[in-house]
């Protein structure tokens, strides 16, 4: 596609409840990124793909944070057992490779209640 | 481990004035880059600019150049002739270019509003 697209735009939960969060880089970027941005601050990096596989997991703040690419282009951001304080923006970004800019998505807004 | 800082939490500005933004860094990776990105009230972050930590020029992209001053680790954004569209919180960011645990991803500065009045 033309950028980068992410689905929901918008993400409401319940305490406890599983949740999947799309990303759909432009077509041949190899490079994909997972972000979260809370309310007021900078985005915090959470995961790197270089192709299929998770290059840099460093950010993932704990084990209930899981990210697949499997065939090099969607990824999903899965985060089980939602907590108040995961609620946040998650930004999605793609770039040909690590030493090119990254195009944002518009992000999912997530508000676990 | 890198770190960026943005010591203004919000600027204004008149429209056609020029206005700076402040980015200080810290890093002990060789090579780097530095970006700004603009994120307008929709959230989209939009890229701006980039300077290279060996490039010999200060990089410029339309109204918007990059005072890049590497002894003092600082990165600041100009932009000149400020418009209204130009309102948005702007973030500066750092990735590290030769390895280490910083490569390939960006570490981002709190951002500073920016308010262009009429």
């Known amino acids: 596609g033309a950028g980068v697209s992410q689905t929901p735009s918008n993400k409401v939960t319940e305490k406890g409840k599983y949740v999947e969060l799309r990303c759909d880089p432009i077509?041949?970027?190899?490079?994909l990124y997972w972000y979260r941005q809370s309310l007021g601050q900078g985005p915090e990096f959470l995961i790197y793909?270089?192709?299929?596989?998770?290059?840099?997991d460093s950010g993932l703040p704990n084990d209930r944070f899981f990210a697949v690419r499997p065939e090099g282009s969607v990824s999903t951001l899965k985060i089980q057992r939602t907590e108040r304080g995961d609620s946040a923006v998650y930004l999605c970004?793609?770039?040909?490779?690590?030493?090119?800019?990254?195009?944002f998505g518009s992000g999912t807004r997530l508000t676990v209640v | 481990a890198q770190k960026i800082t943005q010591t203004q939490p919000g600027m204004f500005v008149q429209e056609k004035e020029a206005v700076t933004l402040d980015c200080t860094y810290d890093?002990?990776?060789?090579?780097?880059?530095l970006f700004w990105y603009k994120q307008p009230s929709s959230g989209e972050m939009i890229f701006l600019i980039y300077q290279g930590s060996y490039d010999q020029q200060n990089a410029t992209e339309g109204r918007y150049s990059l005072n890049f001053q590497k002894a003092r680790k600082s990165a600041n954004l100009v932009i000149s002739a400020s418009q209204l569209g130009d309102s948005a919180m702007y973030f500066c960011?750092?990735?590290?270019?030769?390895?280490?645990?910083?490569?390939?991803?960006?570490?981002f500065g709190q951002g500073t509003i920016l308010t262009v009045h009429p």
């Open positions: 890093t002990s990776d060789p090579s780097y880059g």
């Open positions: 077509s041949g970027h190899t490079a």
């Open positions: 793909f270089q192709g299929t596989g998770a290059a840099d």
């Open positions: 960011a750092m990735r590290g270019n030769a390895g280490g645990t910083s490569y390939g991803k960006l570490t």
């Open positions: 970004a793609s770039s040909r490779d690590r030493f090119e800019g990254y195009t």
